[in-house]
């Protein structure tokens, strides 16, 4: 890592790798006790996924506010617009609430959705799963365009430099962009157990986190 290095982005990245090769360890061992103990619904990487997206969108909220005064409509809107997403993906993570406060599902989601309960990543179109489609393969497809693509052309084509940066597009340092390779290998290459998508939701959750707390491009993201 470089030496100007926040001590938290220390912290997470020794935490996420040490939980994520500590649960595939466990995954092999006894896989059992990791999918109903570790990666089942309401489990401990699902509410360490849960708060990492929490937070994240937090930082996105709380930077829109900050920067009210010292950036365009556009960086802000953009902003704002990101960290809805991460609060939506958090609010999908556990259903709404549902298990929570017990409610049931209305009719639709329990006729369309895999687990009949209140979430839209796990409804399931023309038979197939809209968490493989969109959140599965759309969003590997997204992050290796962003990491193989956009991140090196960031650095060396000023014209897109500035367009990412109207756009408020937090940049990933190289740590970050090795920490998201090397959790695609590990969580879809490696490991064999059949949650192992809570695990990538999980390492991949607290990568973002990392990657927009703490971007390459952080000038941007301080007050002038």
């Not at 900050?66 to 609060?87: H, I, K, P």
């Not at 493989?132 to 962003?146: A, P, S």
Request: a neutral charge; aromatic letters at 12%; one cysteine or more.
């Amino acid at each position: 890592m470089q030496e100007n290095t926040h001590p938290i982005e220390k912290t997470l990245i020794i935490f996420v790798f040490i939980t994520t090769l500590g649960s595939m360890a466990i995954s092999y061992i006894n896989d059992d006790f990791f999918m109903s103990r570790l990666a089942t619904e309401d489990g401990v990487i699902e509410w360490l996924t849960v708060l990492a997206l929490a937070t994240t969108s937090m930082v996105c909220i709380h930077r829109a506010i900050t920067l009210r005064n010292d950036r365009s409509t556009l960086f802000l809107a953009m902003t704002l617009l990101l960290g809805v997403v991460f609060l939506f993906g958090a609010g999908e993570e556990i259903s709404w609430g549902q298990r929570i406060l017990n409610t049931e599902s209305s009719e639709f989601f329990q006729q369309h959705n895999a687990q009949g309960e209140t979430n839209l990543h796990n409804l399931v179109v023309g038979g197939k799963k809209l968490n493989k489609l969109i959140f599965g393969i759309g969003l590997h497809l997204v992050l290796l365009i962003y990491l193989l693509a956009l991140v090196p052309l960031y650095k060396r084509k000023p014209g897109l430099e500035q367009f990412l940066d109207r756009f408020a597009v937090p940049i990933a340092k190289p740590y970050q962009v090795i920490g998201y390779l090397v959790v695609i290998v590990l969580t879809q290459v490696v490991i064999t157990s059949s949650k192992r998508g809570e695990l990538a939701e999980f390492a991949g959750s607290f990568l973002f986190l990392l990657n927009i707390a703490f971007p390459y491009n952080h000038r941007l993201f301080s007050k002038r």
